[in-house]
């Protein structure tokens, strides 16, 4: 099984769209399958010069100066966007992008970026994230010509004309999280993939059984969903250059290690081998250094092309 390995950014840290659109465009010349980003307002630490990006709208932007890339977050907060708006906004930069786009929604858990721009975050908010998901695929599946209608808890949707449409059939919806129960039956229900972010890494394989016993109650089958994981990433050619990434990003090599695709070349194809062996499809490499793009360079040509 060849493994799929995806770019993540978190340019919330600290990154313009000038910044997003050079790693973008390395990206899709190293041949990395994906360039995804977070949908975050607000710097984790730092003071995130030059501030924040929206994540649709640079979507929207490099929808329009890549080509064959494919393109989403990981993921989009179900608090930031009434889901008939989000639904808009993602089908029409599918259509920008000749149907390269991926939506990850989440729950949403960061609630100072909340409370620094005036967004509300409700203490349940797992309702909000299911329906969400009932409307955004109900809109985007509704046949041209007929309306769409929802009335829920939340969220009230009257005879909706149900437009634009995506470029894409079906638009690949991601689902994570760490939940027991709820959020493998959302995954089952909705999923097109699952995604483990930075979990525990010997925790992989148990996880994926869990969401694998839910698709089996839903009557799907395994095979039906991608299963994925983000990790952080920080490789070098040698001991020297991996330190020297690890330091530029703020985090301790053995912390890397123990937690990401870290260290060596050799190294990092052993990780990845083994999450492979686990069970995981796709791998989103979160690379927290926008302008060391040698550092994508160096994993197209020295890892991709052992996996």
Same mark, same amino acid.
């Given at each position: 099984?060849?493994?799929?390995? $995806?770019?993540?950014?978190?340019?919330?840290?600290? %990154?313009?769209?000038?910044?997003?659109?050079?790693?973008?465009?390395?990206?899709?010349?190293?041949?990395? @399958?994906?360039?995804?980003?977070?949908?975050?307002?607000?710097?984790?630490?730092?003071?995130?010069?030059?501030?924040?990006?929206?994540? /649709?709208?640079?979507?929207?932007?490099?929808? $329009?100066?890549?080509?064959?890339?494919?393109?989403?977050?990981?993921?989009? @907060?179900?608090?930031?966007?009434?889901?008939?708006?989000?639904?808009?906004?993602?089908?029409?930069?599918?259509?920008?992008?000749?149907?390269?786009?991926?939506?990850?929604?989440?729950?949403? /858990?960061?609630?100072?970026?909340?409370?620094?721009?005036?967004?509300?975050?409700?203490?349940r908010r797992f309702g909000l994230l299911t329906e969400q998901l009932e409307i955004l695929t109900g809109l985007w599946g509704t046949p041209e010509g007929e309306t769409f209608s929802y009335d829920g808890e939340h969220y009230t949707l009257v005879d909706s004309p !149900?437009?634009?449409?995506?470029?894409?059939?079906?638009?690949?919806? &991601?689902?994570?999280?760490?939940?027991?129960?709820?959020?493998?039956?959302?995954? *089952?229900?909705?999923?097109?993939?699952?995604?483990?972010?930075?979990?525990?890494?010997?925790?992989?394989?148990?996880?994926?059984?869990? &969401?694998?016993? !839910?698709? %089996? +109650?839903?009557?799907?089958?395994?095979? @039906? &969903?991608?299963?994925?994981?983000?990790?952080?990433?920080?490789?070098?050619?040698?001991?020297?250059?991996?330190?020297?990434?690890?330091? %530029? &990003?703020?985090?301790?090599?053995? +912390?890397?290690?123990?937690?990401?695709?870290?260290?060596?070349?050799? +190294? *990092?194809?052993? $990780?990845?081998?083994?999450?492979?062996?686990?069970?995981?499809?796709?791998?989103?490499?979160?690379?927290?250094?926008?302008?060391?793009?040698?550092h994508l360079d160096l994993v197209a040509r020295e890892v991709a092309t052992r996996l």
């Amino acid at each position: 099984m060849t493994l799929d390995l $995806r770019i993540f950014t978190e340019p919330q840290q600290g %990154a313009s769209y000038d910044d997003q659109l050079a790693v973008a465009q390395a990206t899709e010349r190293l041949g990395f @399958s994906a360039f995804f980003r977070s949908d975050h307002y607000l710097a984790m630490g730092g003071d995130g010069l030059p501030g924040p990006t929206d994540a /649709w709208t640079t979507l929207a932007g490099l929808a $329009r100066e890549t080509t064959t890339v494919r393109l989403g977050t990981l993921v989009t @907060s179900a608090t930031f966007r009434h889901p008939g708006v989000l639904a808009i906004q993602v089908a029409q930069v599918d259509q920008m992008s000749g149907g390269r786009v991926e939506l990850g929604l989440g729950a949403g /858990w960061f609630a100072r970026e909340h409370e620094a721009y005036g967004i509300p975050f409700p203490d349940r908010r797992f309702g909000l994230l299911t329906e969400q998901l009932e409307i955004l695929t109900g809109l985007w599946g509704t046949p041209e010509g007929e309306t769409f209608s929802y009335d829920g808890e939340h969220y009230t949707l009257v005879d909706s004309p !149900a437009l634009p449409k995506p470029a894409q059939a079906r638009i690949p919806v &991601i689902v994570g999280g760490g939940g027991p129960k709820r959020t493998p039956a959302l995954a *089952a229900r909705f999923g097109d993939e699952y995604n483990q972010a930075f979990p525990e890494l010997d925790t992989v394989g148990a996880r994926i059984g869990v &969401i694998n016993d !839910a698709l %089996a +109650e839903t009557g799907r089958t395994p095979d @039906s &969903i991608t299963q994925s994981v983000a990790l952080v990433l920080a490789v070098g050619t040698d001991e020297a250059e991996f330190t020297r990434r690890a330091a %530029a &990003i703020g985090r301790e090599p053995g +912390e890397l290690r123990e937690h990401g695709i870290a260290g060596t070349v050799d +190294e *990092a194809v052993d $990780r990845l081998g083994t999450l492979r062996d686990q069970g995981v499809e796709r791998v989103y490499l979160q690379v927290l250094d926008l302008h060391d793009l040698d550092h994508l360079d160096l994993v197209a040509r020295e890892v991709a092309t052992r996996l």
